[in-house]
């Protein structure tokens, strides 16, 4: 579970902004958050902003921790940290540290982790254990100095340390070599924490042929059902899905193609999902035709994207972060995978989903807290800043933020400057 997450000089978020899944003294929803060894956590939460105000930067700031935790340790000497990317429209800032702080929990232990780095080297890394007030320091790491490490750490240190690059994480070199005290951590971001880009042709496709493989080899289990009840439940016109194995003699191959190559082309194309709609005559059901889901619709191809990792979230208690959620949907759709993550009865593993979107309509049904929606706007420098919904003075639990916002009270809306472009259509 994430507890909170702090992002500086990333982007454009060039100053301090920090994510607290905590809830808050607001009452109301009690679906929408959870408690977990006394403290409350919010099951889900909201960004608005208008484009380009840092939103989707933000949720990039995951992905690029993520990253760094997993991959670092496979990083060459005195190469590039890929996700070093700095708030570059201030010309004293474009060379400092990027920072990520997180707060989250992953096998009932609660750890804070802290990584700064430039271009080239990591400049800070700490991590520590949480209980209650008390902080238990597991390693502290700082350039130019030595590592320091807690009482509680236990495993491999000078050799881990000499072994480690500038470039590289301790955490994700201890890892690869077996330090069983930080596993559980390195576990969060490697098989709990699932971050999705915008999806694109590439992600949608990608996730396609996850679920697909899951679909056919496991054809009888929890994940199948779920999966067809989610897709036929949200007015596709699809009756059943399944995936089957690809013919493999549709492929010509080039004769001089690497067999390596050809196996993993063939690996990851094994499988392609089926879609089945009803065929009807004087009205009445007499049979079923299958599809290709490349003939689906837009928003039919995002579900099944979005539909097998929600599913997977719900049931393995993800934290799982979305750009864009409602891209191709319609917002009753939208409304209806949101709410899954504030029921009690299904999201039993205290799921969190973090999106950011442009649907304004899903600030009307009621279905956030105030401490659940937040809003992201640039200033006249171009750096992003994020503040809560809940400490916006004037809002009130009754007031419509659907309505404000649109009307421009509640900030992070578009400042639309037509007035050269408009002299520039007339004149012509």
């Keep these: 579970m994430l507890i909170k997450f702090v992002v500086e000089n990333f982007r454009s978020l060039r100053d301090r ?3 607290d899944m905590t809830k808050s003294a607001l009452r109301g929803h009690d679906g929408n958050y959870f408690e977990i060894d006394g403290r409350k956590l919010l099951a889900s939460t909201v960004i608005y902003g208008a484009n380009a105000s840092g939103k989707s930067g933000f949720l990039r700031a995951f992905k690029a921790l993520r990253h760094i935790v997993i991959r670092s340790s496979s990083y060459k000497l005195d190469k590039a940290i890929p996700p070093y990317e700095p708030f570059l429209l201030d010309e004293d800032n474009e060379r400092n540290p990027v920072k990520f702080e997180i707060d989250f929990v992953s096998n009932n232990v609660r750890y804070e982790y802290k ?3 430039n271009e080239k080297e990591i400049e800070l890394e700490e991590m520590s254990v949480l209980n209650g007030n008390y902080k238990s320091l597991l390693f502290s790491r700082e350039r130019g100095k030595d590592m320091r490490f807690g009482d509680n750490y ?6 881990i340390e000499r072994m480690t690059l500038s470039n590289q994480l301790f955490l994700s070199k201890a890892v690869e070599n077996n330090v069983e005290i930080l596993l559980d951590a390195y576990r969060f971001f490697d098989s709990n924490l699932k971050v999705l880009p ?5 992600a949608e496709e990608d996730l396609k042929r996850l679920y697909a493989r899951r679909l056919a080899e496991d054809s ?3 994940f199948s059902r779920k999966f067809n009840a989610l897709i036929c439940a949200l007015d596709t016109g699809i009756s059943e899905v399944s995936a089957e194995e690809t013919n493999e003699e549709l492929f010509k191959f ?3 193609i690497p067999n390596d190559v050809k196996e993993k082309f063939l690996d990851r194309y094994k499988y392609d999902i089926k879609t089945f709609h009803p065929i009807y005559k004087n009205g009445k059901i007499v049979g079923q035709r299958a599809f290709e889901v490349e003939n689906e619709s837009a928003g039919t191809k995002n579900l099944f994207a979005l539909g097998g990792i929600i599913i997977e979230a719900l049931e393995l208690g993800h934290v799982l972060v979305v750009d864009e959620l409602e891209k191709n949907l319609h917002p009753d759709i939208t409304t209806f995978l949101i709410k899954l993550f504030h029921r009690p009865d299904i999201n039993r593993n205290n799921a969190q989903l973090i999106f950011a979107t442009h649907d304004v309509t899903q600030l009307s049904h009621d279905i956030f807290r105030r401490d659940q929606v937040w809003f992201v706007e640039k200033d006249e420098c171009g750096s992003s800043t994020m503040f809560r919904c809940s400490d916006i003075e004037g809002v009130r639990a009754d007031t ?14 578009p400042v639309i400057r037509d007035e050269r472009f408009l002299v520039e259509m007339q004149g012509e």
């Design 198 to 202: 915008m999806l694109d042709g590439a």
């Design 400 to 413: 419509p933020l659907d309505k404000w916002y649109i009307a421009g009270r509640l900030g992070a809306t």
């Design 254 to 256: 080039p004769s001089n």
């Design 154 to 159: 236990r495993g491999g240190k000078k050799t």
């Design 220 to 222: 009888d289990s929890g």
């Design 17 to 19: 902004i920090e994510l």
């Design 115 to 117: 990584v700064s780095y």
